[in-house]
Each structure stands twice: as structure tokens, then as C-alpha cells.
């Protein structure tokens, strides 16, 4: 796998499927123009940028470029990196007919090409990591298997400016992003205070 520093922002469930096979990165998908409608996904993608950094990767048809402009428009602050799927001709597997433009989309296009298009949008392959944060350090830190793990769950997110809706391994992709442990402590010191 290779791991990126930057997030990765897709449209649907089965890019963020196929990418979540070659990338060890917090991958976001956009649920298609849901985005247009949903101001928390755009403030964590906001979070992201400012924090991170992004990379915009959508489909090559016209719905994709919506959804890249949107989000180009609306994030303005921090680090935006665009990467692109060539237009190759054909259909995914699992669809009966091809899209409207009748090209691969993102889940459809061979893993090198995808590999090509990431590292070449400006980013580089980070080879430092910093210890990662776990299910079990979300325990023993009160986040989790506790009887006010829900309600310091919903406090860190608003502190990290974070959908409130994030999923457990969404919300722990997000603190591996945002914070380090010392880092993270020391919020829920504050929050607990």
C-alpha cells in the first residue's frame, strides 16, 4: 500500500472501496451530488485542506466535473490537489451498461493508471509516519466503551470541526489526520474540564 499524508476525495462508495485497496490514506467519498447538500461534508473537507490537504479525484463524465468545481469553489483554504482519470473508453463490471459519456470512471480504471494519476497531481509519497492512533487508544482515552463515550465522541468532533455523523473508523481516520496522541489528550483535557 502506499501511504499518502493527504486525504482523498472520490464520489461514490465503490472508488473509495477500489482506492482503499492501493492507498493507506483517509479516503472521503462525496455520495455523488450530495455534496451540493450536506455543509458538514464540505466543512471537514474544509478541515482537511486547511490541515492535510486534499486530493480531488472524480470521474472523468460531466457529473464529475460538477462535483470537482464544487468542491474547487467552496474549498479555498489549504492545500487542493486535482488528479485525473484518463478517458478510456468502456463500462465497470458490476454495471449493466456503460455511463451517459461512456467512459471508465474512477472504480473502473486499471490500479497503475490510478497509482500514475495520484502521484503525479503534485503530492509526494510520504515515507514518514507518525504512530497512529487506535480503536484501543479511543478506549482507554474515554472515547469509546464508556457510558459518556457518545457525548465526548460529539464534543471532539465540533472541537475538530468535524461532521457530527462521522462513523467510529471515520472519526478515528480523522484523528489520525488532525492529531497526535499528546495532541488528542490534550484536547479531551480540555474537553473533560
Known amino acids: 500500500m502506499i501511504h499518502l499524508e493527504q486525504a482523498i476525495i472520490v464520489e461514490g462508495k465503490y472508488d473509495k472501496i477500489k482506492l482503499g485497496q492501493i492507498f493507506d ?18 466543512e471537514y473537507l474544509r ?3 486547511r490541515t492535510c490537504g486534499i486530493i480531488v479525484f472524480t470521474d472523468p463524465d460531466g457529473a464529475g466535473l460538477v462535483i470537482r468545481n464544487h468542491i474547487k469553489s467552496t474549498v479555498q483554504e ?15 463490471k458490476r454495471k449493466r451498461t456503460p455511463g451517459k459519456a461512456g467512459l471508465l470512471g474512477v472504480e473502473g480504471v486499471p490500479n497503475g493508471l490510478i497509482i500514475d494519476a495520484v502521484l503525479s497531481c503534485g503530492i509526494e509519497e510520504s515515507h514518514v509516519q507518525r504512530e497512529k492512533i487506535t480503536k484501543n487508544d479511543l478506549f482507554e482515552l474515554g472515547l469509546s466503551g ?24 471515520g472519526l478515528l481516520d480523522a484523528i489520525n ?3 497526535t496522541r499528546p495532541e488528542l489528550e490534550a484536547i479531551l483535557a480540555e474537553l473533560n474540564s
Open 177 to 179: 489526520l488532525l492529531c
Open 25 to 42: 490514506a483517509v479516503i472521503v467519498a462525496t455520495e455523488g451530488f450530495a455534496i451540493f447538500s450536506d455543509p458538514e461534508k464540505l
Open 47 to 49: 478541515t482537511l485542506a
Open 78 to 92: 489549504g492545500k487542493i490537489y486535482h488528479a485525473y482519470v484518463p478517458d478510456i473508453p468502456g463500462k465497470e
Open 146 to 169: 464508556h457510558p459518556n463515550s457518545t457525548g465526548l465522541r460529539k464534543a471532539l468532533a465540533a472541537r475538530l470541526r468535524l461532521p457530527s455523523n462521522l462513523s467510529a473508523n
